[in-house]
């Protein structure tokens, strides 16, 4: 038994890290993944509101925190919807820019209970957070006034990254 829990903390595991810790040498914590410049945005269409919620990067937002997540979703047909979205900025030539976005949905129920049901997706909040690193926008998910949130609260918050954004990003922000 002892020698099984050995074996275990021996195995690398998957590890979440700031900066380059290896400097490029290509040794020990090669393919981690960088999660600077990714920004969890909440928002919250109902109220008509968007805010920043770091976090969001360990599944403990305001909004996560007390919620029992359940798989269905068809469970959760009354409650609440918000969105999480992964907003990846990077530096060009120009200054930095909106790379890339990626949208997830979740709902929460509006029972006044301890621990509230909730339903998210987690396999769609790791893929739709990696496309966002890859510089791919997943907006299409999101209804109109979402959307319309979201790209408001992005050109106000920081005028001068929505301006080197790629007319791309805006673009689907608009559709």
């Known amino acids: 038994m002892e020698n099984e829990n050995q074996e275990k903390k021996k195995k690398t595991q998957f590890?979440?890290?700031?900066?380059?810790?290896t400097q490029g040498d290509g040794s020990y914590g090669v393919g981690t993944i960088n999660l600077d410049n990714v920004t969890p945005v909440i928002?919250?269409?109902?109220?008509?509101?968007?805010h920043?919620?770091?976090?969001?990067?360990?599944?403990?937002?305001k909004v996560e925190r007390r919620v029992?997540?359940?798989?269905?979703?068809?469970?959760?047909?009354?409650?609440?919807?918000?969105?999480?979205?992964?907003?990846?900025?990077e530096r060009g030539e120009?200054?930095?820019?909106?790379a890339g976005i990626g949208?997830?949905?979740?709902?929460?129920?509006?029972?006044?209970?301890?621990?509230r049901p909730g339903y998210k997706s987690m396999p769609e909040h790791v893929n739709h957070m990696?496309?966002?690193?890859?510089?791919?926008?997943?907006?299409?998910?999101?209804?109109?006034?979402?959307?319309?949130?979201?790209?408001?609260?992005?050109?106000?918050?920081?005028p001068e990254i929505w301006a080197n954004?790629?007319?791309?990003?805006?673009a689907k922000l608009e559709a």
């Open 130 to 158: 990696d496309k966002a690193l890859k510089h791919h926008v997943i907006v299409d998910n999101m209804d109109e006034k979402s959307r319309g949130i979201l790209k408001d609260f992005l050109q106000n918050e920081r």
């Open 52 to 61: 920043i919620d770091m976090g969001a990067m360990h599944a403990r937002s």
């Open 94 to 98: 120009k200054g930095p820019y909106y």
């Open 165 to 170: 954004t790629r007319e791309e990003v805006k």
């Open 103 to 115: 949208a997830c949905e979740m709902r929460i129920s509006r029972e006044d209970r301890r621990i």
């Open 15 to 21: 590890n979440i890290i700031s900066g380059d810790p």
């Open 68 to 89: 029992r997540f359940k798989y269905s979703k068809e469970e959760m047909a009354d409650a609440r919807l918000y969105w999480i979205v992964w907003v990846v900025t």
């Open 43 to 50: 928002v919250d269409p109902e109220a008509g509101e968007v």
